[in-house]
Structures are given as C-alpha cells and as structure tokens.
C-alpha cells in the first residue's frame, strides 16, 4: 500500500456514512419519481440547507442524479435502497455503532456493548433482511455443491429466513426441511416459506442453537453464518451436537467465512473476525484447520473443504454409517 491509498483508505468511511445516512433517512424511498431538495427535505423531516449538501454527496457517489435542481435515484438506488428493498441495509447502519468501538474492544478484548440486543429488539428485522438478501444469492451455489439429491431431512441450524431450506427444498422434491431458530425469527421465516409455497414441507422449529439437542435422524444438518458469532468453547459443543442429529451416514455442512491457516487472508474474513470482536462476546472468524479439528472431534469424517465464489465457504463432514 503507497501513501495515496493509504490516505484513501483512512478516508474510505466518509463515502460509507454518506450512503448510510441516505438509508437511516430514507432518502431513496422519498424522491419517489424525483424532486428538488427543498422538497426532499419536507418529506425526510431534514433541514433543507444539509439535505441539499447530502443529495449533492449522493450524486458524486453515484447513487443520485441531478438535473435542473431535480435529484432522482440511479437505477441501483432505486432497485437496492428504496422502499421494501432498504431494511436490508439498515443493518449496515446499526453497525456503525458496534464498529465505532473497536479501539476499546480490542483493549477488553470483547464486545464493549451488547451492540445487537434481544431477539425482540430492532435489530432482528433488518438483520434477517440483510442475510436474506445475501442467501437468495448463494443459495443455489449451496444447493448444487452440497449435492443432496438423496436426502429426505434437512435441519437448518439458527436457519433465519429459511432462505436455504426453501432453496433445498425447491431443488428436491421428496425432502422435509425444519428451521430451527428463535421465536421471533420463526415468524419472519414464516412468511417466506408461506410465500414459497412450501409450508407442507418447510417448517419452523423454535429452539435455541446454543443448547440442549438438535434432533435425530437428518440427512443433512445446515449450518450457515453461525459458527462467526460463537467461541471456540461453543463451536466445538455445536458441532458435536450437530453431529448427534445426524442419521447414519448423514452431513454437516458448515458455511461460513473460512480464514487460511495463519488467518491473514482473505480479506473480508480477516475483517469479519473484527466485527465479531465489536458485536459478540467471543466469536471470530475461524480457520479451515480448526473446522476441520472441531468436526473430527465430534465423530465426523471425510471432513472436506469446498470453495464457492464470494466470500463464505462450506466445510462438510459425514456421520458415520
């Protein structure tokens, strides 16, 4: 890294929390079809004179445009950021105020204040949002490396949306699908599998991942974006747990960012690790060697690392027979 971006580095955040006071506001739903900013401004509750310094900022970042004083959404803006498509990004904006700590976090060495809250508090809904978002977009991927045509029960553990259940479930006709996670989750995955039209064959199982058993008897058990918020101490008991659910001869598939050996690379894992750090009690990021290492321990073989475009990866280990 050379100076020049070094500085722009330090200055990356400014274009972030220019985009994210856009999201908290609500601008992109309140141009609707385009306006001026004084108008802008009455609808958004702003005071004209910022709002105008804000869209301008919107526009060199690229996400607005302007014409004859008229500001309107770039067809990303419009299909990302306003109206039912925001509540994914307000979860980028509740971690401003979990990442803002970081500098005391890594003195303590832990989350500095309980950044995410209750199950019940504003966090869940954008939350789920968000992680709903980004399976839509892996979880065919999943689906095919996975290779699951054979299997007839699949468990996803701490499952959300039940995003990937349902995309099992679509992929395989004969399977029966539970998402276990806790109540008010199960409501939100609940509307998506009604929308899928798969209540017949997806259901909500309210739980928590953290204790007692999963069940018995899966083919598969899908873990996705969980291992990231718990200890080393937690992994190794949900994995074993996980493992327990297993029918004879059935999988646990792990997705999750997986740092190499020296945990260093790549990138968006080494940073992850951090926002863990400010959000959590004691998760991280992990590497392939310790899955790997918490799988065996919990009876698994086989144990197998497969790597997917983007930034998460699977780690698969087989029960035994």
């Not at 306006?35 to 004209?48: E, I, T």
């Not at 299909?79 to 970081?102: D, K, Q």
């Not at 679509?170 to 699908?177: G, S």
């Not at 599998?193 to 204790?211: C, E, F, M, P, S």
Request: include cysteine; charge should be negative.
């Amino acid at each position: 890294m050379d100076l020049e971006s070094l500085a722009a580095a330090t200055r990356a955040f400014q274009e972030s929390r220019v985009i994210l006071t856009g999201v908290e506001l609500d601008v992109f739903t309140a141009l609707g079809d385009g306006m001026d900013a004084r108008q802008a401004a009455a609808r958004m509750g702003a005071d004209p004179r910022a709002a105008e310094m804000l869209l301008n900022a919107l526009v060199a970042c690229g996400l607005l445009t302007k014409h004859a004083g008229i500001f309107r959404n770039t067809a990303v803006a419009a299909e990302h950021l306003a109206g039912p498509a925001r509540m994914a990004w307000v979860h980028t904006v509740h971690l401003w105020s979990s990442w803002s700590t970081l500098t005391d976090a890594v003195r303590k060495g832990t989350a500095v204040v309980d950044a995410r809250g209750g199950p019940r508090d504003e966090w869940t809904e954008p939350f789920i949002a968000a992680m709903h978002r980004n399976a839509l977009e892996r979880a065919p991927q999943v689906v095919q490396a996975v290779g699951a045509e054979h299997a007839r029960r699949l468990l996803d553990v701490g499952g959300g949306s039940g995003a990937y259940a349902i995309a099992f479930a679509e992929a395989m006709p004969e399977l029966q699908a539970d998402v276990l996670d806790l109540e008010p989750v199960t409501r939100i995955a609940q509307r998506h599998i009604a929308k899928a039209q798969l209540t017949g064959r997806v259901h909500t199982r309210v739980g928590d991942l953290r204790q007692g058993l999963l069940g018995e008897n899966y083919d598969l058990v899908f873990v996705s974006a969980i291992c990231h918020m718990l200890s080393e101490e937690e992994n190794r008991d949900l994995i074993r747990r996980c493992g327990a659910a297993c029918a004879a001869g059935g999988r646990v598939v792990i997705q999750d960012f997986i740092l190499e050996p020296d945990k260093t690379a790549p990138k968006q894992a080494a940073l992850f690790a951090l926002n863990m750090l400010v959000g959590t009690a004691g998760g991280s990021s992990y590497s392939a060697p310790e899955y790997e290492e918490w799988m065996r321990a919990a009876g698994l073989a086989n144990v197998q690392r497969v790597t997917l475009p983007g930034p998460a990866q699977l780690m698969i280990g087989t029960a035994a027979s």
